[in-house]
């Protein structure tokens, strides 16, 4: 059974305020960010990516897993947000790391969970005998036009998980399921700068539909409860869907706790999931139980049920914690936000 020999985070250093935002348009902080439940979020720098930040969070597996990148037989990268229109991010990311040429890489889209769907390929590789290691990669400088709902949320960072041989894993994958179907909530044609998305109906007939019937799906394949597990994180792109989205299953907002960073960090898009995940793995105990759902719109949900080995006591503390990311943070103003976003157009 594969599992996850490794994992890397990366967040920026810079952060917005939500009220900051709010005030450059005339709205009011309280209502919006009582709405989403978003204090600030990532801001890329005026030098960082997709390829730098996954770039980052993959060396950081690397570090935990305590293996070479000559090793990693897959580098897969998931975004919506890769800095060219056709050229390979993940190219970029497996010679910055130092990987082998003998390699598979792609690059993966599919909104928010391009992230997940890289980490069941390279599970399922691991899981086959096709190659010992795999690296898959979530992570965006996520798009929002100014003014926009999307604004408020739209953030920079991503996650890098290893899948290897159980006996090396901090966390072993027991199942997964998939959910998808054809719905048009969210979109950007070609040569758009922002995305335009549906409004209310990228909540009920998108969000919550695909995540409720795909972990409802796993939780029927693997045979297990949600009381079965400790630890659950849903797709956030605000602090309210996934809320209410546990409510629906009956699972307690407490499980959700450690896995929410969406209101500190922002939607990360493809690194949503992988980065609430990885909040959990830097808290939880050999033994415990993690129900992971991620979200992408157009639409589909990919779910995971996960359990904790020993291995994480030994690993732990090897690259990085989600935390400490957060926790080094320098805000700036919307006029910065501007130019390190380059959302200033001739």
């Not at 415990?288 to 020993?310: C, H, N, P, Q």
């Amino acid at each position: 059974m594969a599992g996850i020999a490794g994992y890397g985070v990366y967040i920026p250093t810079y952060r917005i305020k939500t009220s900051e935002i709010a005030r450059v348009w005339g709205e009011e902080p309280e209502r919006i960010e009582g709405g989403l439940g978003i204090k600030e979020k990532a801001v890329g720098g005026i030098d960082e990516d997709t390829s730098t930040i996954s770039a980052t969070a993959a060396q950081n597996a690397l570090a935990m897993a305590g293996i070479k990148p000559e090793k990693l037989g897959a580098v897969y990268v998931g975004s919506e947000s890769h800095p060219y229109a056709v050229k390979p991010t993940a190219t970029i990311v497996a010679e910055a790391i130092g990987a082998t040429p003998n390699i598979t890489a792609a690059d993966l889209e599919f909104a928010c969970k391009a992230g997940t769907a890289g980490l069941q390929m390279v599970l399922s590789m691991v899981d086959s005998g096709m190659m010992k290691y795999g690296m898959a990669v979530g992570a965006d400088t996520a798009q929002g036009r100014p003014g926009d709902a999307l604004e408020y949320s739209a953030a920079s960072g991503g996650a890098a998980f290893i899948a290897g041989p159980e006996k090396e894993s901090v966390a072993v994958v027991e199942d997964t399921f998939s959910f998808t179907t054809d719905t048009p909530d969210f979109w950007r044609r070609q040569g758009a700068d922002y995305p335009s998305h549906g409004g209310r109906f990228t909540g009920a007939p998108a969000y919550f539909k695909h995540v409720l019937s795909a972990t409802k799906g796993l939780l029927e394949k693997a045979g297990t409860e949600t009381s079965d597990y400790d630890y659950v994180v849903f797709h956030q792109p605000n602090a309210k869907f996934p809320k209410e989205a546990a409510k629906k299953l009956g699972i307690p907002a407490e499980k959700l706790k450690d896995g929410l960073v969406v209101p500190v960090v922002g939607n990360t898009y493809s690194g949503a999931t992988l980065l609430g995940l990885a909040s959990i793995l830097d808290v939880a105990k050999p033994g415990e139980k993690i129900l992971a759902t991620s979200f992408g719109s157009g639409a589909g949900s990919d779910s995971f049920s996960i359990r904790v080995t020993e291995a994480i006591g030994e690993k732990r503390g090897k690259a990085p914690s989600v935390k400490s990311y957060i926790d080094n943070r320098k805000y700036i103003e919307y006029a910065t936000y501007l130019k390190y976003r380059r959302k200033l157009k001739n």
